[in-house]
C-alpha cells in the first residue's frame, strides 16, 4: 500500500517557476514507477511525466524541456520542476504510484494523491 501527499501549488505569473513536492508514504516495491499527472477545468486527466526506480524519466510532449521529475529516495519524495509557466499548464495536478514496469505515464497507476492546485495567469 502507498500513500501520496502532493504540495506546493499556488498562484504564478506566466514565465514563473514553481516546485511541486509528493511525499510518499508505504513500501517501496508499491512505488517503483512514479508519474505525474494533471487535470484542467472541464479537460480529461493527462499525465505529463513519470519516473522509475531506476532514475529514467519519460515526458509528455506539452512538457518536455520544460518540467523535470525527480525523487529524493532519501526522503521518499517526489519532485516536479515546472520552469516556463504558461496559463494552459493551469491545472490540478496529481502524483502517483504503481508497482507496475515498464514505467510511463502513458500506464495505469494504481495509488494517487488528493492533489496540488497551479494556476498560472498571463
Known amino acids: 500500500q502507498v500513500q501520496l501527499m502532493e504540495s506546493g501549488g499556488a498562484s504564478v505569473q506566466a514565465g514563473e517557476s514553481l516546485r511541486l513536492s509528493c511525499a510518499v508514504y508505504?513500501?517501496?516495491?508499491?512505488?517503483?514507477?512514479m508519474g505525474w499527472f494533471r487535470q484542467a477545468p472541464g479537460k480529461e486527466r493527462e499525465g505529463i511525466a513519470s519516473?522509475?526506480?531506476?532514475?529514467?524519466?519519460t515526458y509528455a510532449a506539452s512538457v518536455q524541456s520544460r518540467f523535470t521529475v525527480s525523487k529524493d529516495n532519501a526522503k521518499n519524495t517526489l519532485f516536479l520542476q515546472m520552469n516556463s509557466l504558461k496559463p494552459e499548464d493551469n491545472a490540478m495536478y496529481y502524483c502517483?504510484?504503481?508497482?507496475?514496469?515498464?514505467?510511463?505515464?502513458?500506464?495505469?497507476?494504481?495509488?494517487w494523491g488528493q492533489g496540488t492546485q497551479v494556476t498560472v495567469s498571463s
Open positions: 508505504g513500501d517501496a516495491h508499491s512505488s517503483r514507477c
Open positions: 519516473i522509475s526506480s531506476d532514475g529514467s524519466t
Open positions: 502517483a504510484a504503481d508497482p507496475g514496469l515498464p514505467c510511463s505515464w502513458r500506464y495505469t497507476f494504481n495509488y
